[in-house]
């Protein structure tokens, strides 16, 4: 768990990889997977998937299955830490998926600068000091993204639409749990 961060922090932290998000989902809703069923499933080169479930075994949000069991048995399965996550990440998966927001809401600064802005940071140089690790092109290209995908509006600072402050809410569950809050009852 990414405790000793703020939310913001945490969910930066966790989009810093693209598959994260749809890997802990799909965990969660399956109960565990295979390797080769996770490939297929979401669409992901074998490469891409083991840097990221290297990185969420890291974290300790996911695990191997060890020992000896029926050949079906899944291979990688969320701790207990990762269960907290599964759930939120589902959420806000169903909900950028629902939007036709997949794409651009997966994308490395999307969902952290849709947070930072739901908490009140609605200036650029705000956002700058508020993300770690973000670079202006890469705050630019997310503001911009998120822009023309009706979630955010500019005016003299950024203010989140309707569907926004919507999708704010899935995002806020999930940077809670990474941060260790809770993030609600699933639905």
């Given amino acids: 768990m990414l405790t000793q961060l703020s939310p913001l922090q945490a ?3 966790l989009t810093h990889n ?7 989902a799909e965990l969660h809703q399956t109960d ?3 390797f080769v069923t996770l490939v297929h499933r979401l669409g992901i080169s074998r490469d891409s998937l083991s840097r990221t479930l290297e990185a969420l075994t890291a974290q300790g949000w996911v695990l191997r ?3 000896h069991g029926h050949p079906l048995r899944p291979e990688y399965l969320l701790t207990p830490e990762g269960m907290l996550l599964g759930a939120p990440a589902l959420r ?3 909900e950028l998926r629902a939007r036709g927001l997949e794409e651009v809401g997966l994308r490395k600064w999307s969902l952290p600068v849709l947070l930072g802005v739901s908490q009140g940071q609605e200036r650029f140089s705000e956002l700058l000091r508020a993300l770690p690790g973000v670079t202006n092109r890469a705050l630019t290209l997310a503001l911009k993204d998120l822009e023309e995908a009706g979630l955010l509006e500019r005016a003299v600072g ?4 309707p569907a926004g402050l919507e999708l704010a809410e899935e995002v806020r569950a999930l940077a809670l749990s990474l941060a260790g ?3 609600g009852p699933p639905r």
């Avoid at 693209?18 to 802990?24: D, E, F, I, Q, V």
């Avoid at 950024?158 to 639409?161: A, E, G, K, V």
């Fill in 32 to 34: 565990g997977s295979k």
């Fill in 11 to 13: 969910l930066a932290h």
């Fill in 158 to 161: 950024y203010r989140l639409t």
């Fill in 181 to 183: 809050g809770t993030a």
């Fill in 92 to 94: 806000l998966l169903r």
């Fill in 18 to 24: 693209r598959w994260a998000l749809p890997l802990l």
């Fill in 65 to 67: 299955n060890t020992g």
